[in-house]
């Protein structure tokens, strides 16, 4: 256990849909990033927020949005899904220095049918 | 946008023997290079990291070199074992900025 808790760990659901990935970062971590890894692709960094505020955006959709809350717990609102939508989506939390690397949850399996 | 670049998906070695994992970058502001371990149905997990201030960095069996002008790191296994198999990423990050690129990843099976 990372100490990173993502629910739900798989999602099925069809396309047009809206969902709600949730991460709760581990104790005492400020940072919560979220990444989506498609099939055979890479980490693609989506965005960061540190102790509540947006502290850096990649290459996240205009349909999808993400927010952290007062408990540091964030929320990854996917919506009008498409197939190419389907990927492993990553939360991870770290103390806002990425040298000291992150720490990863196990992901959450979106499928979109 | 690929800075990042782990270009072999795939390296497969005997066990006790090295196994070399490169990565290549682009952007000359990275300053923090770092490699992730992951397994299946698992999250990636932090291995070691270097600083750009640096060209090399051991912990235990596991070591990375940083080549800054060739924008080139690798990192090395020795002796590799099986329970090393997994995907393996190289990340790359600069300071100040949280935005931490990734490489595709290489998927090492150690063979015994």
């Known amino acids: 256990d990372s100490g990173v808790t993502q629910t739900p760990k798989h999602l099925i659901t069809a396309t047009g849909q809206r969902v709600t990935l949730r991460c709760s970062p581990r104790?005492?971590?400020?940072?919560v990033y979220w990444y989506q890894q498609s099939l055979d692709q890479g980490l693609q960094f989506l965005i960061q927020?540190?102790?509540?505020?947006?502290?850096a955006k990649g290459n996240i959709l205009e349909r999808f949005s993400a927010q952290q809350f007062p408990d540091l717990h964030s929320e990854l609102n996917l919506s009008s899904l498409e197939l190419g939508d389907s990927a492993l989506y990553f939360c991870?939390?770290?103390?806002?220095?990425?040298?000291?690397?992150?720490?990863f949850g196990s992901g959450t399996r979106l499928t979109v049918v | 946008d690929q800075q990042v670049k782990q270009n072999s998906p795939s390296l497969s070695v005997q066990e006790g023997r090295i196994s070399i994992l490169n990565c290549d970058y682009t952007n000359s502001m990275f300053d923090y290079f770092l490699w992730y371990k992951k397994y299946p149905a698992e999250g990636p997990t932090f291995l070691i990291s270097i600083s750009s201030i640096k060209d090399k960095n051991e912990d235990g069996r596991f070591t990375v070199f940083l080549n800054k002008s060739a924008k080139h790191l690798s990192l090395h296994i020795v002796p590799s074992q099986p329970g090393d198999s997994a995907v393996y990423f190289c990340a790359a990050s600069w300071d100040n900025n949280n935005d931490m690129r990734f490489g595709a990843g290489t998927r090492l099976t150690v063979k015994p």
């Open positions: 991870a939390s770290g103390g806002g220095i990425p040298n000291y690397g992150y720490t």
């Open positions: 104790s005492g971590d400020l940072s």
């Open positions: 927020y540190y102790n509540g505020e947006e502290r």
